[in-house]
């Protein structure tokens, strides 16, 4: 290996940029990058793969290792690339679409076959380019309907696996997008952070919440583990959200409490929402049942001024309770 990529050039007018030779070449450069203990080894790698996120021209570069490699470590360099590309550099608007449409579709029809750890890293590409892009172009904002599309897919599909894998997909995009909200990113202001998430909690986080909840209702019966420890992990996304940050009627409220939106009071004040995390802890093992314990842990702390009466919050303290007996009784 000689640490290049044989005189590639950043140029977008090639529709096959990488030639027969190179693409082998890069994918065992990205896996000295990610896998070598040599330090001066992982530096020089790295120092070969850098102009790959130094302009945007690489974009098409590295969207064509995603068409053509197999190598998950490449696969990852790619998206990787791309989530610096977006993040530090401008990209024209048609090209911020059609490289989301672009992911989507990377995502159906080969995302049951990628490893877990590509997965994550192209979703997390897939929803900065969403935040990024927020109040430029409506496709952006589709985010949350995308997430739950592939939860809708996997009825269609005959391969159970696949069927299972493409589910998982669609929770795990969920999960991304209200952590990306959620996470404010380096080198922009915390009022274009604010604005972009109070615009997401308004439009699609409760929905999002309620696809968490109806998706542990649906797995209880299908038993898929993974699905199941993700579908938990978004609903704990979901009540971790920054709502101090982002509300406007939470100044009042203790800063140790959960500030959930008035919007949220029906799905709180109902005894089956607390319930389907109960049960949950009761007949899983860690670490699902810990997630369980945090998303209780969560509930618990509601501001007091969420509920309708206090007929409603005592009702909403004595479920509680009695569940929280239920479990120290039996020793669970």
């Given at each position: 290996?000689?640490?290049?990529?044989?005189?590639?050039?950043?140029?977008?007018?090639?529709?096959?940029p990488?030639?027969?030779?190179?693409?082998?070449?890069?994918?065992?450069?990205?896996v000295t990058?990610y896998?070598?203990?040599?330090?001066a080894?992982?530096s020089h790698?790295?120092?070969?793969?850098?102009?790959?996120?130094?302009?945007?021209e690489?974009?098409?570069h590295c969207?064509?290792i995603?068409?053509?490699?197999?190598s998950?470590?490449a696969?990852?360099?790619a998206?990787?690339?791309?989530?610096?590309?977006?993040t530090?550099h401008?990209i024209?608007l048609?090209?911020r679409?059609?490289?989301r449409?672009?992911?989507l579709?990377?995502?159906?029809?080969?995302?049951?076959g990628?490893?877990h750890y590509?997965?994550?890293?192209?979703?997390?590409l897939?929803?900065?380019?969403?935040?990024?892009g927020?109040?430029d172009?409506e496709?952006?904002?589709?985010?949350?309907?995308?997430?739950?599309?592939?939860?809708e897919?996997?009825t269609?599909?005959?391969?159970?696996?696949r069927?299972?894998a493409?589910?998982?997909?669609?929770?795990?995009?969920l999960?991304?997008a209200?952590s990306?909200?959620?996470t404010?990113?380096?080198?922009?202001?915390?009022?274009?952070?604010?604005k972009?998430?109070v615009?997401?909690?308004?439009?699609?986080?409760?929905?999002?919440f309620e696809?968490?909840l109806?998706s542990?209702?649906?797995?209880?019966?299908?038993q898929?583990q993974?699905?199941?420890?993700?579908a938990?992990?978004l609903?704990l996304a979901?009540l971790s959200?920054?709502f101090?940050g982002?509300?406007?009627?939470d100044s009042?409220?203790?800063?140790?409490?959960?500030?959930?939106p008035?919007?949220?009071?029906?799905?709180?004040?109902?005894?089956e929402?607390?319930?389907?995390?109960?049960?949950?802890y009761?007949?899983?093992?860690?670490?699902l049942s810990?997630t369980?314990?945090e998303?209780?842990?969560k509930?618990?702390s509601?501001?007091?001024?969420?509920?309708?009466?206090?007929?409603e919050?005592?009702s909403?303290?004595?479920?509680?309770?009695r569940g929280?007996?239920?479990?120290?009784?039996s020793?669970q």
């Open positions: 290996m000689n640490g290049s990529l044989g005189g590639l050039s950043p140029s977008t007018s090639s529709p096959h990488f030639s027969a030779a190179q693409l082998p070449q890069l994918e065992q450069l990205a990058l896998t070598s203990p040599s330090q080894e992982r790698a790295d120092q070969a793969l850098k102009p790959f996120s130094s302009s945007p690489y974009m098409v969207r064509t995603l068409d053509n490699s197999s998950p470590y696969q990852v360099f998206a990787s690339s791309m989530l610096k590309l977006v530090e401008g024209p048609s090209s679409v059609d490289a449409a672009y992911f579709r990377y995502l159906a029809e080969r995302g049951p990628l490893e590509v997965i994550t890293a192209v979703l997390q897939l929803c900065r380019m969403s935040k990024l927020w109040f172009d496709s952006m904002r589709l985010v949350a309907d995308e997430g739950k599309a592939f939860l897919m996997h269609k599909e005959e391969d159970t696996a069927a299972s493409l589910y998982f997909i669609g929770l795990k995009m999960t991304t209200v990306e909200m959620n404010p990113i380096p080198g922009r202001t915390l009022t274009q952070h604010r972009t998430a615009s997401f909690r308004e439009r699609s986080l409760f929905g999002i696809t968490s109806r542990l209702q649906y797995l209880k019966m299908h898929h993974q699905a199941m420890e993700q938990m992990s609903a979901c959200f920054d101090v982002t509300c406007i009627d009042t409220e203790d800063v140790g409490t959960i500030q959930i008035s919007s949220w009071r029906s799905r709180v004040e109902d005894p929402t607390l319930e389907i995390f109960f049960e949950y009761r007949n899983s093992q860690t670490p810990n369980c314990l998303c209780l842990v509930m618990a509601v501001r007091r001024s969420l509920f309708s009466s206090e007929v919050r005592i909403f303290l004595g479920r509680l309770i929280t007996k239920d479990v120290l009784s020793q």
